[in-house]
């Protein structure tokens, strides 16, 4: 009989009723007329980049053509090709904010949130900007040649017309929808959303000199933010981590419309320190994908589908990369524990030379109350598709395990490994036979690989029988 092959990461709040999980895989919709519904794809690898410094990045931006990233306190500039300047330095030691204007010869707000300095980039060099009317920042936008400034207490300041350097005291508005204060902002198409403690609230840039920054009216959002990082677009569309970790998108009307599930939700909540969490997207091969991750795990929703699934390096359960950028046509992304800089390659199976362990947990299977015995597990899985005698041997003949759990997904034993074949061995069958026999609680099945060799999972199949009474 066919059964149901995960098609994301999902776990029920007691993992015995299910625990349905996808790491390091994502499911597509097949077209129509297609053998299965759909298929499973590993996810993309990631090589070098540029070596960079040895230091841990804090932050990355797309700066025309140059990529600009703060590695400790240097700030670098990057080439296209990866080659990199030290241009100056900064103070802090935590992440850091960007936000550029549209000046003749444009200017780069560097925002120190831990001491509330902002650094201007500019002409490759790096400046402090030592404005008295300025305040403690905290973060920053650009709007229509305004640079605005966000204070934790509440205070929105905006700048001199395309000059990171002139600000008056004067030119300021409050987020007045609750006095909960500021944590992040966040423009999103015409609408510039100050994200607070509990509540948001939404701003515009109107045709007024005197006030030219005011709340549109009725728009306060009953939800805030979980950190002052938690916040990107993807594709145009603002995502956040909200004070309750829910994880949430800009829906119709200003509607902070959640798209967490409960095993989202139980991970951030699990979270000790909630300041940990970072968010970023990106869009490869039409799915825009949205990561929240933090040291301990990494959840990725696929727009396209609308499905989570898990990314975790080698060895870690959560996905090394932590910083993204857009540049030179490449997914640039910087990790969590080394210096560099890497670039997404869907058509590579490693993480800069290690090996991307993929893992898909399927739904549980019960014959409740009296069980079934197991004859044999089909998998209907792309084969002949082994890397070439130049490639490491464990990638010339790919191999995927098989494991079995009888107390819902608690524990798992192997079921033995088969092989996927050599290259172009197209007609190879992926069975396991004889698999035993499972009592009131079921079975759950987990398939498992490693080989760089690119593959496509499109379904299961399960021969077996139900027990008699």
């Not at 030379?353 to 597990?377: C, D, H, M």
Request: with cysteine; net charge negative; glycine share 10%.
């Amino acid at each position: 009989m066919r059964i149901p092959l995960a098609s994301k990461s999902d776990p029920a709040k007691r993992e015995i009723v299910s625990d349905e999980k996808l790491i390091n895989l994502y499911a597509e919709q097949a077209p129509s007329g297609a053998k299965a519904d759909f298929a499973l794809y590993r996810t993309e690898g990631h090589r070098s980049f540029s070596l960079a410094s040895d230091e841990l990045c804090r932050g990355l931006f797309p700066f025309g053509d140059e990529l600009i990233g703060v590695f400790g306190s240097d700030v670098l500039s990057f080439d296209t090709e990866g080659n990199f300047t030290i241009e100056g330095t900064v103070a802090g030691s935590d992440d850091v904010q960007f936000s550029r204007n549209d000046a003749v010869t444009a200017q780069l707000a560097i925002v120190i949130p831990d001491t509330g300095a902002v650094y201007k980039y500019e002409n490759s060099a790096v400046s402090l900007i030592s404005d008295a009317d300025l305040g403690d920042i905290i973060d920053s936008e650009h709007v229509d040649g305004y640079q605005l400034m966000i204070e934790a207490d509440g205070t929105l300041q905006y700048s001199t017309l395309n000059d990171l350097d002139e600000y008056d005291a004067l030119d300021f508005v409050t987020a007045e929808g609750d006095p909960d204060g500021l944590l992040a902002i966040k423009r999103n198409g015409d609408d510039i959303f100050l994200f607070g403690v509990k509540t948001t609230d939404v701003f515009r840039h109107v045709d007024d000199s005197d006030n030219p920054f005011q709340r549109v009216k009725g728009a306060v959002l009953p939800v805030g933010i979980i950190n002052k990082y938690a916040k990107c677009e993807v594709g145009g569309i603002l995502c956040w981590v909200d004070n309750h970790g829910i994880v949430r998108k800009r829906g119709a009307s200003y509607n902070p419309d959640p798209i967490s599930n409960s095993g989202v939700q139980k991970d951030i909540a699990d979270l000790e320190d909630k300041e940990t969490i970072r968010v970023f997207g990106f869009i490869e091969d039409g799915h825009g994908f949205f990561t929240v991750r933090s040291p301990f795990w990494s959840w990725t929703y696929d727009f396209k589908e609308q499905r989570w699934h898990n990314r975790a390096s080698s060895q870690r359960n959560t996905w090394k990369a932590k910083h993204y950028a857009r540049f030179a046509n490449k997914h640039i992304i910087a990790g969590d524990q080394e210096g560099g800089l890497f670039y997404l390659d869907p058509d590579y199976g490693f993480e800069n030379g290690e090996r991307i362990v993929w893992e898909a947990t399927l739904p549980p299977l019960s014959k409740f109350p009296n069980g079934f015995s197991a004859f044999a597990f089909d998998l209907d899985i792309e084969c002949g598709t082994a890397m070439d005698s130049s490639e490491d041997e464990s990638d010339q003949e790919p191999m995927i395990t098989l494991y079995a759990s009888i107390d819902g997904g608690k524990s798992f034993n192997s079921m033995g490994t088969r092989s996927l074949g050599t290259r172009g061995q197209y007609r190879k069958q992926v069975r396991w036979p004889r698999l035993g026999k499972y009592g009131r609680e079921g079975a759950v099945f987990k398939i498992s690989g490693s080989s760089g060799a690119v593959q496509a999972i499109m379904a299961a199949d399960l021969v077996s029988a139900p027990r008699a009474a």
